[in-house]
């Protein structure tokens, strides 16, 4: 994970190279040890991550290395763990969007524009997406870092649970 997190800082991009042997390791590590069992664990979690990132993906909002990790990161924790491991990933997320804003100075106009959409659609129950000015960079999220912090986050909570009920 801190790998593509690295590599997506660098080179804003998470290479095919990581997330397919990854996505590999976890399906046969899983069926080796669990035979079928394992595989449909590692599969569906395979699914249930790149699931949970397909339509931002689709719209545009994230890359699809982004989906592909979700899915490695899927392929070794399962269905369950991937989908808490995606709730911290947004979380996380969020947070680092908004120290991203906030360091471009871009947080104030974004919220204001915003809630302006928020307020347009609430009054005429029309969605109308305003875009930013010209003026806004457009700060870019290297978002394999909330992956890699949303699923280290996600196993230590889990792991802590476990400890704590035994």
């Not at 991550?49 to 979700?70: Q, R």
């Not at 763990?81 to 947080?107: D, K, M, Q, S, W």
């Amino acid at each position: 994970m801190f790998i593509a997190a690295i590599h997506d800082i660098e080179f804003h991009k998470i290479p095919n190279w990581l997330t397919y042997p990854t996505m590999m390791i976890g399906i046969v590590g899983h069926t080796w040890t669990h035979g079928l069992e394992g595989l449909l664990f590692s599969v569906s979690g395979v699914g249930v991550g790149v699931a949970v990132l397909i339509i931002p993906y689709l719209l545009g909002g994230m890359g699809a290395g982004d989906t592909k990790l979700m899915g490695a990161v899927g392929s070794l924790l399962g269905p369950k763990e991937v989908f808490g491991a995606f709730i911290f990933t947004a979380l996380i997320g969020g947070i680092y969007a908004l120290v991203i804003l906030a360091r471009y100075g871009n947080l104030k106009s974004t919220f204001k524009r915003y809630g302006t959409i928020l307020k347009t659609f609430v009054l005429t129950q029309t969605m109308i997406y305003i875009p930013p000015s010209q003026k806004e960079t457009k700060p870019r999220l290297c978002y394999g870092v909330a992956i890699a912090v949303g699923t280290l986050l996600s196993v230590f909570t889990e792991s802590l649970l476990k400890v704590s009920l035994i």
